[in-house]
Nanobody, 127 residues
Framework: QLQLAESGGGLVQPGGSLRLSCAAS????????IGWFRQAPGKEREGVSC??????SYADSVKGRFTISRDNSKKTVYLQMNSLKPEDTAVYYC??????????????????????WGQGTLVNVSS
């Protein structure tokens, strides 16, 4: 059974940093694309970043500030978030899909290609 668990969220001041982790169980991470999404109150869930084999795709709003990486041996995907802004406040989710790819812009929308979602972790950027 595919399971994902996020951790690392919390309260941080503007300009600060956080590193989110997405731990996978029940499947081999190597064969899956992983996406990070976020949802702020009253807003739709949006894609933040995506990784397949190497490198990553990013939403324009986080490009240059966030970095996605994966450690298949630890079955974990990370999202390093620097220079955080109040508008980054949201619940952050990771999701995995065997047929989920990071090319183009389709990755940024929650799709049926995503087989599993985590429960989310709250990031609150506030002074």
């Amino acid at each position: 059974q595919l399971q994902l668990a996020e951790s690392g969220g919390g309260l941080v001041q503007p300009g600060g940093s956080l590193r989110l982790s997405c731990a996978a169980s029940g499947f081999t991470l190597d064969y899956y694309g992983i996406g990070w999404f976020r949802q702020a109150p009253g807003k739709e869930r949006e894609g933040v970043s995506c990784i397949r084999s190497s490198g990553g795709s990013y939403a324009d709003s986080v490009k240059g500030r966030f970095t996605i990486s994966r450690d298949n041996s630890k079955k974990t995907v990370y999202l390093q978030m620097n220079s955080l802004k109040p508008e980054d406040t949201a619940v952050y989710y990771c999701a995995a899909g065997r047929n989920y790819y990071c090319s183009g812009y389709a990755w940024a929308r929650p799709t049926a290609a995503l087989d599993a979602w985590g429960q989310g972790t709250l990031v609150n950027v506030s002074s």
